[in-house]
């Protein structure tokens, strides 16, 4: 990875900001691209910052040249705005993705990471784990969005030759990321709780998730980087866990008991979703290292440390 020149698009948010440091720290030169407003408060020593909004294809092109390789991280929706507007989940992600598929074949940059959504991308299923070859099934336009990617995706690569790597990523969490309730439920218990409010659950609490360390997400992306693996990838745990346990490991760690008021079940939630990761597991020799219980200690402490509000 070392010398490696990386476009990371989407770089200011909460994966991004951890996976620039993560890159620079491995030797990368890294160039970011992301909206305007979303500009870190401590820009990393190295890192060429550029500012446009996905669509800028003139903008794109320049940020595009000598690169390596493209990370895309961005998304214009989650699982429920998607749903409340696919015309513009459409159009912000699956045509954006498209014009840079296309961008990259015009400037010759022939290799891209893309990280889609193992939460939503398999749908509603009976396999425990989930392996890659499961039939996706997505239930949300978000995860409906996510899988034509990666058919695009595989179009461009046998067509143009471009080298391509998709990480199918479960519910990664920890310092840095959003609490407003719209994405990250890990943040958004433990600031809710926090704010003395009452925590919302859609449904009964059984519905499981398989949630992953952010650390442990970007040493598996720098992992793939520096092997220069193609392919589809599971990144999770691989365990599950239910919203009632999460909550149980939520009052542990903060010693309080939250209230809890539970919502009618939306229709576009998967029951339940733990990634089997062997393939990366065998292929990367990477292993998850912090487990839920210690990621979310981890995650309280840099809440109270940073006085987020």
Request: net charge neutral.
């Amino acid at each position: 990875m070392s010398g490696k020149h990386i476009l990371i698009l989407g770089g200011h948010g909460f994966i991004g900001s951890h996976l620039t440091v993560a890159l620079v720290a491995g030797g990368a030169r890294v160039r970011v691209l992301d909206r305007a407003g979303g500009v870190p408060t401590a820009p990393v020593r190295g890192v060429d910052y550029r500012v446009a909004e996905f669509g800028d294809l003139a903008t794109l092109a320049e940020a595009l040249a000598d690169i390596d390789l493209v990370i895309h991280l961005i998304s214009t929706t989650v699982p429920g705005t998607a749903n409340l507007d696919p015309v513009a989940d459409i159009e912000g992600n699956l045509i954006g993705t498209v014009r840079l598929l296309q961008k990259m074949k015009e400037v010759g940059v022939g290799q891209l990471l893309f990280l889609s959504s193992g939460g939503t991308v398999y749908g509603d299923t009976d396999a425990v784990p989930i392996p890659e070859q499961h039939p996706l099934e997505p239930l949300s336009s978000y995860g409906i969005v996510k899988v034509a990617i990666e058919h695009y995706i595989g179009m461009h690569a046998r067509q143009h030759g471009m080298r391509s790597l998709i990480l199918r990523v479960s519910n990664p969490y920890g310092p840095r990321q959003g609490h407003l309730g719209v994405q990250g439920v890990i943040g958004t218990f433990f600031q809710r709780l926090r704010a003395g409010d009452p925590i919302k659950i859609w449904g009964d609490g059984q519905s499981v998730r398989d949630y992953l360390y952010i650390d442990d997400l970007t040493d598996c992306i720098c992992t793939a980087i520096h092997r220069e693996v193609s392919g589809v990838f599971n990144v999770g745990s691989g365990r599950g866990t239910s919203l009632i346990e999460l909550l149980a490991i939520v009052a542990r760690v903060t010693g309080s008991a939250p209230e809890v008021e539970f919502q009618p079940a939306r229709g576009f939630d998967v029951r339940k979703v733990v990634l089997d990761i062997t393939k990366a597991r065998t292929t990367l020799g990477w292993t998850p290292q912090v487990g839920l219980p210690e990621g979310c200690q981890r995650y309280w402490d840099w809440l109270r440390r940073a006085n987020v509000t």
